[in-house]
């Protein structure tokens, strides 16, 4: 099949792109296209000067640094589409975001739609086998990052601050009520089997737990019931359905803060860490209910799968988005101190 010969803009974006050291062909600048994370030709230039737009060829540069033979972007994609912001590319996010948070029942060979809804016995029974069908195989997690940093801090005779809830919040005990909690929602897991979940885990002050237990109690006492505001009130078809409803301009709002949050942790551990930082990023409720849940994203399914946790509780969990971007500021403060000189003066 013969290719249609490159335009005089596709021809001068791939010029300016090679002028910054960086390879587009035309090719990749049909491909980037057609994944939505490059504009339409006809907005690459000033309508009064004919101009290349800087943005457009910033743009470029980024994709063609990011893009590796044989290998996609993975999240770094979305990213491009919650910036333009457009209707096209939010449906693209959406899309996106509900095929990943159906990765779990996709692994397990099992369809949203094998869900049963209701609360009768047999509906009951099928949630709790398809959870158990979603456990199996399943590789057990022995030390999450915050159980290896602290390993190796006090290995080297760093002292960080004490764990403030959990042990690992991948340990096994808690992945098996997470399985239950994504098929069945809060109706199929006792308050009694959830707070004997945490405790099995909880490294956190005892009082701390007992504060929350109280709380529900309370609450219960009071005709409220807490466990109803949680994001997995109705498990993941209940997810996907807030994914489905949630409005597209707030949706990109969350996947860029999401994006930018884990890029800028991930600079921060790889090029700043110390102990005094990782003090202080550990001192900060964001550390457990981001950092260690969800906060690092690599560039793979795992990533996406972290950016599309971090996005539903942007939208879903109260108060947990002005957390972030209070989170947000605290990290970009502590990427752009000076450093501390070494001992022989060299920086």
Not at 6 to 11: D, F, G, K, Q, V
Not at 20 to 32: D, K
Not at 78 to 88: G, L
């Amino acid at each position: 099949m013969t290719r249609t010969p490159p335009t005089t803009a596709e021809l001068a974006l791939a010029a300016e792109v090679d002028r910054l050291g960086l390879t587009a062909s035309p090719h990749h600048l049909e491909r980037w296209r057609a994944k939505r994370w490059l504009a339409p030709t006809d907005q690459w230039t000033d309508a009064a000067t004919s101009a290349l737009r800087p943005n457009i060829v910033h743009r470029a540069a980024w994709l063609a640094a990011l893009s590796r033979p044989g290998r996609g972007i993975s999240w770094i994609g979305w990213t491009f589409w919650a910036i333009d912001a457009t209707e096209q590319t939010a449906a693209l996010l959406r899309q996106a975001l509900i095929r990943t948070i159906q990765m779990p029942l996709r692994q397990a060979g099992i369809t949203l739609a094998q869900i049963p809804q209701g609360d009768s016995d047999t509906a009951f029974n099928t949630r709790q086998d398809l959870a158990a069908r979603m456990l199996q195989g399943r590789r057990a997690i022995g030390r999450d990052l915050d159980g290896l940093l602290r390993d190796h801090a006090g290995t080297a005779g760093i002292v960080l601050p004490e764990p403030r809830t959990l042990s690992n919040p991948f340990d096994t005990t808690l992945i098996r009520i997470g399985a239950r909690l994504l098929t069945g929602g809060m109706a199929d897991v006792s308050p009694e089997e959830l707070t004997e979940a945490w405790r099995s885990v909880w490294t956190g002050p005892p009082e701390h737990l007992d504060q929350i237990t109280a709380a529900h109690l309370a609450a219960d006492q009071a005709g409220t019931d807490l466990r109803s505001l949680s994001p997995l009130a109705h498990g993941l078809p209940g997810l996907v359905r807030a994914l489905e409803r949630a409005d597209a301009r707030l949706l990109c709002e969350a996947v860029r803060a999401c994006t930018k949050a884990s890029s800028t942790l991930l600079k921060l551990l790889l090029e700043r860490a110390d102990a005094g930082m990782l003090a202080e990023l550990m001192d900060d409720v964001m550390w457990d209910q981001w950092v260690r849940v969800g906060g690092i994203a690599p560039a793979s399914r795992l990533g996406e799968a972290a950016i599309t946790l971090s996005t539903v509780q942007y939208l879903l969990v109260p108060g947990w988005a002005e957390d972030l971007h209070r989170y947000q500021d605290r990290m970009d403060r502590m990427l752009t101190a000076p450093t501390a000189p070494t001992p022989d003066g060299r920086p």
